[in-house]
């Protein structure tokens, strides 16, 4: 694996989920792999779960690991083409992702999108930036578009959950309120990757609020929430902004907001959410705080799913033909 950007990035999708679970068996089995190697890890914006479950992933694997929050410790980055730089940005993407390419083996970067130019978000023009001017294989930490370690880490646990063997599970990704306007990367991602995995995949929000259709191609898509929660065996609550109407709030509407009562309907779904979720908000304490609450081990997964795609990069680039 030279890239982790997308469910793209993945040669066979099901070894990755396995790998992953050996991971967790036996995190420190690998503890050679990484010696002598550097993990550098870029956030441009504020992060908990990605940047500590990335660190212990590395560690695991024996790497060392820098972190640097650029955005607050870094000078102002420009990062346009051509421009004379007498503003307010004093360093450029290309001398500092050059830099970052002498000093680590492999980059992770997060990178929100501004949720204000469409073209610029989805162009993924910084990601690009940082891979070309770097010249390391870069794992995203979250770009403008895509969530992949979020997206990996929620099949490894519903692979876990889901105890059938005769079906296949019900996944719903239901759209939840929310007071302000949120990147569509981890609902993109999300349904990438279920759309790739073996499972039945709805997806429900209100009107306006439709994904990109590159992403959600194949999944089945309803205004009517009631309707997706049947028989469902797994709900992924998520906030986004509209797509359409390029990062605006077009409704908070509550009677979108999940609870226990409405888990009735449901096949004893378990609630899944990315985390850090507004309670109350976004999602129920009843639920949060009960037993069909899936967060926490979604949380822990996090470790296993990047120790699992670093480990795929440092045998690809550091392991001669060893190309998975
Ligand atoms: C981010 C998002 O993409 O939705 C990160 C999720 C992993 N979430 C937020 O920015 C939440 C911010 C808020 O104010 O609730």
Same mark, same amino acid.
Request: no cysteine.
């Given at each position: 694996m030279k890239q982790f950007t997308s469910v793209k990035d993945v040669l066979d999708l099901p070894a990755l989920v396995t790998e992953a679970l050996v991971q967790k068996r036996n995190p420190f089995a690998n503890k050679a792999l990484g010696r002598n190697k550097t993990l550098g890890l870029i956030f441009m914006n504020p992060s908990l779960r990605t940047r500590l479950s990335t660190q212990k992933a590395a560690t695991n694997l024996g790497m060392e690991v820098i972190v640097m929050n650029i955005d607050k410790e870094g000078w102002a980055l420009e990062t346009q083409d051509g421009v004379i730089m007498n503003g307010t940005?004093? #360093?450029?993407?290309?001398? $500092?992702?050059?830099?970052?390419?002498?000093?680590?083996?492999?980059?992770?970067?997060?990178?929100?999108? %501004?949720? =204000?130019?469409?073209?610029?978000?989805? %162009?993924?023009d910084i990601l690009q930036k940082f891979i070309h001017y770097s010249?390391?294989?870069? @794992? %995203?930490?979250?770009? !403008?578009?895509?969530? *992949?370690?979020?997206?990996? +880490?929620?099949?490894?646990?519903?692979?876990?959950?889901?105890?059938?063997? /005769?079906? =296949? *599970?019900? @996944?719903?990704?239901?759209? +939840? *309120?929310?007071? =302000? $306007?949120?990147?569509?990367?981890?609902?993109?991602?999300?349904?990438?990757?279920?759309n790739q995995a073996d499972v039945d995949f709805v997806i429900t929000?209100?009107?306006?609020?439709?994904?990109?259709?590159?992403?959600?191609? !194949?999944?089945?898509?309803?205004? /009517?929430? #009631?309707?997706a929660l049947q028989d469902a065996d797994f709900i992924y609550v998520k906030n986004w902004s509209s797509y359409h109407q390029y990062g605006q709030v077009l409704t908070t509407d509550e009677n979108w907001l999940l609870t226990q009562n409405r888990l009735g309907i449901t096949n004893n779904a378990k609630v899944m959410h990315c985390? *850090?979720?507004?309670?109350?908000?976004?999602?129920?304490?009843?639920?949060?705080?009960?037993?069909?609450?899936?967060?926490?081990?979604?949380?822990?997964?996090?470790?296993?799913?990047?120790?699992a795609v670093l480990k795929r990069m440092l045998e690809t680039n550091f392991i001669p033909g060893d190309d998975q």
């Open positions: 940005t004093v #360093e450029h993407i290309r001398e $500092a992702a050059g830099v970052m390419g002498k000093y680590f083996d492999i980059l992770g970067l997060r990178s929100f999108p %501004s949720l =204000k130019n469409r073209d610029e978000d989805y %162009s993924e010249g390391l294989p870069l @794992v %995203s930490l979250e770009s !403008g578009t895509l969530h *992949p370690l979020q997206s990996l +880490a929620d099949l490894i646990t519903i692979t876990e959950q889901f105890t059938f063997t /005769n079906r =296949k *599970p019900k @996944v719903v990704l239901t759209w +939840a *309120p929310h007071v =302000k $306007a949120l990147p569509q990367a981890v609902p993109n991602s999300f349904a990438e990757w279920m929000h209100p009107e306006g609020y439709e994904l990109y259709e590159a992403f959600t191609a !194949g999944a089945a898509i309803t205004y /009517n929430q #009631e309707e985390l *850090p979720v507004r309670r109350g908000l976004e999602l129920s304490h009843d639920i949060l705080d009960g037993p069909n609450s899936l967060v926490l081990e979604q949380a822990n997964n996090r470790v296993y799913a990047a120790q």
